[in-house]
């Protein structure tokens, strides 16, 4: 299955890197994902339009109406290009609401990795893993519906700056990029780490995953 460049680029933003498994995970999250109601804007091949979970993002709604998918959630059987990475076993397809949930659970003064939403997910629909790509999309857009309800007004909006990669890495593609995310964490009292090269600022404290590790 050919992937629209489109898909791709989304994907990349997310915080993924390509490469034959984070391809095998993108076909996954597009066939696996029902977008009756995330319908795409832009002509793109019959088959996407009604699989394509990755172009919510460029629909005319808003960001807080595309957290509500009433497909999901779902537990599927780990796809074959993925067990490699993960093992045989059931993944969970999470519902936007449910990640954008945890993310308003986490207490200013503490941060909490993709990895650690995604094997919170999993614990509580008895999956051996959540879904990688679709995760990161839906923090994605908890954020940016967090900067929508600010710009309308409320004051409590989902924390969505306290979300970290696995490293500690703070995310480019949150609303006001990397140093907006510096600020509300210093804020709080974190202390960032200086990036280097193409390596990004992160937050002191924050382990890296061990090497070979499997994370839900």
């Known amino acids: 299955m050919r992937l629209p460049s489109r898909v791709v680029s989304q994907a990349r933003g997310a ?3 390509e490469g034959a498994a984070w391809r095998g995970e993108l076909q996954f999250a597009v066939q696996q994902t029902s977008v009756r109601c995330w319908q795409v804007e832009a002509p793109a091949p019959p088959s996407w339009n009604r699989r394509a979970i990755l172009m919510a993002v460029y629909t005319r709604r808003s960001w807080r109406e595309k957290l509500h998918n009433p497909n999901l959630p779902k537990v599927v059987e780990i796809p074959p ?4 990475r993960f093992g045989a076993g059931a993944m969970l397809v999470p519902d936007p609401r449910e990640v954008d949930a945890l993310i ?6 503490s941060v909490i990795t993709v990895s650690k939403l995604r094997a919170t997910l999993a614990a509580k629909y008895a999956a051996d893993v959540t879904c990688p790509l679709t995760t990161g999309i839906f923090v994605r857009i908890a954020a940016e519906a967090a900067e929508e309800d600010a710009r309308a007004g409320k004051r409590k909006i989902t924390p969505y700056w306290r979300v970290v990669k696995d490293d500690g890495s703070l995310n480019p593609k949150f609303p006001g990029g990397v140093r907006r995310q510096i600020e ?3 804020e709080e009292g974190h202390r960032i780490l200086p990036g280097s090269g193409k390596r990004p600022a992160r937050v002191a404290g924050v382990a890296p995953p061990r090497a070979g590790a499997a994370f839900g």
Do not use: I, T
């Open 104 to 109: 308003r659970k986490v207490p200013a003064g």
């Open 81 to 84: 290009k993925m067990q490699k």
């Open 15 to 17: 915080g993924f890197s």
């Open 184 to 186: 509300r964490l210093r």
